[in-house]
């Protein structure tokens, strides 16, 4: 095989999750399927870096040294939560009892449904997290598509906050304006009334204005958030929301001229000398009210002119672009379709194994054995006797639950031996200490009486023999621990007394 090829396919395992020398000797249908899955999974990070990165990217204005790290970071964690999803779709390596659904002696256990609630749950956790990595990307390529509806989203924003913003300064003007008439309307003398009259009304219609505009675009705002409610609009609706959008942008315009105007005009006004102390004051907060307006509005302006309305524009693409959803379905896939693969992959090991060993019983056997073990001895006599580089079958979990078990079995038998070693050594250790404590008596007693000497000493030397020390074994199956051997009572009668004699193997307790 090509060099380059080899190396591909090499690294694809690797991203798939599983053993490279196990998959090696498989066969090319499996190796395929395995490589596929690995294939899917480095799109799956490259997706998420991809999109993190764009997300962090316009959420930083642009900063690249933020945008990458993070990028990185979120493709890896997906793609580690990823993995351990699919380690979980594998049939079980090691036996392990606390996940065996026990049944009654001698019933087969029946097979498990792969929709169970375990599974609808991590797969609906995939599916969260494949929409949420999708959408940055229909914001990156297809933002261009709604930017008019981002527009108008802007002026109605645009306007929503001015109101908002400006609704309390609008009614101080209302409120100064009548406090000022009520402190002139009786310093005004008959023959400056008209005069008056005459530059207040200009006033009167201003601050009129301001509160009629308050109401208009309040009014024209909740037929537009109404509107912006529904699901589709029909062609009659966008119409009207058209209108509305130019409804509100005509009054905004109206407004920021008429503070302008008023303005410049305001300096003009010349009322009678007897208010003139009390028109200036009220010019000069009349004047501020109108500059904070002016302010709150290059303020918000600059503030949406920086924001890029992420949100907004994903639920836009959503609503009016298909090909949002046609990303989000493929992303989707791009989670869902390893899931499938990795789960029939051992349907298909098996048949092709059953299929290619069909002479071959004891490798059969040994196969049901690993995965339904029934007998334990002559499974580990036979797992320890054979060597599992000579076997190379299309079963790639068969392989992996051979390998894992003969390397399990291995070093515990080292454990074992290290476990038994240390024991009869400390055991030699007590004894001859004990020995060497019990020495000086056995002189004295040995000039006393000699014979008693010889008995003692014997007793003392059968007592504390050097004795080879093993581990004993509560389970079947050590070192796996999923079945405890079986301890019969016998009965004192002839019954117990078969039992006895013809179960040699079983531990008794009388």
């Given amino acids: ?46 997706g998420c870096f991809i999109s993190a990165s764009f997300f962090t990217y316009s959420l930083f204005n642009g900063a690249i040294w933020a945008s990458l790290p993070i990028g990185i970071f979120w493709g890896a964690m997906v793609v580690n939560i990823y993995l ?43 599916m969260l997290l494949a929409i949420i990595i999708s959408q940055p990307l229909n914001v990156y390529f297809l933002s261009s598509s709604v930017s008019t509806s981002i527009e108008k989203h802007k002026l109605q924003e645009r306007v929503k906050l001015y109101t908002t913003t400006n609704q309390s300064l609008i009614n101080n003007e209302l409120e100064f304006f009548k406090d000022f008439n009520r402190k002139t309307s009786s310093k005004i003398a008959l023959n400056e009334t008209n005069v008056a009259n005459t530059n207040l009304n200009f006033i009167n ?81 009349i004047t501020s009210l109108i500059n904070d307006k002016n302010a709150n509005y290059k303020a918000l302006n600059s503030l949406l002119d920086k924001s890029n309305f992420y949100v907004k524009t994903i639920q836009l693409l959503l609503f009016e672009n298909p090909l949002s959803w046609i990303i989000t379905i493929l992303v989707c896939l791009v989670f869902l379709i390893p899931i499938g693969l990795k789960y029939k992959a051992r349907d298909i090991s098996a048949k092709m194994f059953l299929a290619d060993n069909k002479e071959d019983l004891q490798l059969i056997k040994l196969r049901q054995e690993l995965i339904n073990t029934t007998n334990f001895n002559w499974l580990e006599k036979k797992i ?127």
């Fill in 1 to 46: 095989m090509n060099k380059g090829i080899n190396e591909i396919r090499l690294f694809l395992f690797t991203c798939s999750g599983e053993d490279n020398y196990i998959l090696k000797r498989c066969k090319t249908k499996i190796q395929v399927r395995f490589a596929a899955i690995g294939f899917f999974v480095l799109l799956i990070f490259l």
């Fill in 84 to 126: 351990l999803l699919l380690h979980t779709i594998s049939p079980a390596i090691i036996p392990l009892s606390s996940k065996k659904k026990r049944k009654k002696d001698n019933e087969e256990e029946k097979k498990v449904s792969f929709l169970s609630l375990s599974m609808f749950l991590r797969l609906l956790l995939m």
């Fill in 205 to 285: 219609t201003k601050i009129s204005g301001d509160s009629l505009f308050l109401k208009k675009t309040n009014s024209a705002l909740k037929k537009l958030d109404n509107l912006n409610n529904h699901w589709s609009l029909s062609s009659k609706q966008k119409k009207h929301q058209t209108k509305l959008l130019d409804e509100i942008n005509t009054l905004l315009d109206d407004e920021l001229k008429s503070d302008s105007d008023f303005i410049n005009q305001l300096n003009d006004i010349k009322l009678p000398l007897s208010i003139k102390t009390e028109f200036d004051d009220f010019k000069t907060e």
């Fill in 384 to 510: 320890k006797k054979i060597d599992a580089k000579e076997i190379r079958t299309t079963d790639y979990y068969f392989q992996r639950m051979l390998i894992e078990h003969k390397i399990i079995l291995h070093e515990y038998d080292i454990a074992k031996k290290q476990y038994s070693d240390i024991l009869t050594d400390r055991v030699k250790t007590y004894n001859k200490i004990c020995k060497e404590r019990l020495k000086p008596f056995l002189e004295k007693l040995k000039k006393i009486n000699n014979n008693k000497y010889n008995e003692i000493n014997n007793s003392i030397n059968t007592e504390y023999k050097d004795e080879l020390l093993v581990k004993y074994e509560y389970w079947i199956d050590s070192p796996f621990r999923t079945k405890r051997k079986q301890v019969i009572k016998i009965v004192e009668n002839q019954i117990g007394l078969l039992d006895f004699v013809y179960m040699p193997n079983t531990e008794k307790e009388i």
